[in-house]
Every structure is written in C-alpha cells, then in structure tokens.
C-alpha cells in the first residue's frame, strides 16, 4: 500500500506563486514517476508537469516558463513551484506517483487533491 499525502494549495492573487508538496509513503521499493495533474470545474483531468526517473520532465504547453516541477528522492516527495499563477490556473491539484512496491508489485495511486484558487 501506499499513501500521498498533498500540501500547498489555497486562494492567491493573480500574478502570485504557490509551491504544492507531494510525500509518497509506505511500501515503496521505487518512485519511477511523480507528477501533477489539474481538473477544473467541468473539464477533463491534465497534465501539468511530470518527472520521471529516467526520462526528464515534461509540461503542459500551458504552464511552460511559469511553473517548475522537480523531486526530493530521499523523501520521495514532489514539488510544483507555481509562479506568475493565472485565474485559468484555477483547478483541484491531484499528484500522481508510479512505481514498484516492496513486493515488485507496479502501482499506480493518485492523492486526494488539494484546491488552487487564483483571483483576478
């Protein structure tokens, strides 16, 4: 089993900057891709910024040069630098982690989300 507890949502002013944290806890062997994904009232869940162990990064079209995704291994955790935050940046944040628990099974958990708010 394994846990992703989130942190770092809430209400800032158009032009600001959160930072969301994701810990992966329990029966991990490996955290072989960390990412965050967004859904908005009445649409459909995205990506926004991913990191993969062997494969780099990526981020949506949208969020390129304003937001910075990068990972603390030893703490299995994940972060999402947001800056110069838009009112369409507004959405339920959703962390995502893959990988092989202890017993080389593959998993695939999502966290509970956490809300981001950016007023104009």
Known sequence: ???LVESGGGLVQAGGSLRLSC????SIFSVDYMGWYRQAPGKQRELVAGIATRAGTNYADSVKGRFTISRDNAKNTV???MNSLKPEDTA???CNARGLTMRRY???YWGQGTQVTVSS
């Open 1 to 3: 089993q394994v846990q």
């Open 92 to 94: 339920v944040y959703y």
């Open 79 to 81: 972060y999402l630098q």
């Open 23 to 26: 810990a992966a806890s329990g």
């Open 106 to 108: 593959e998993y695939d």
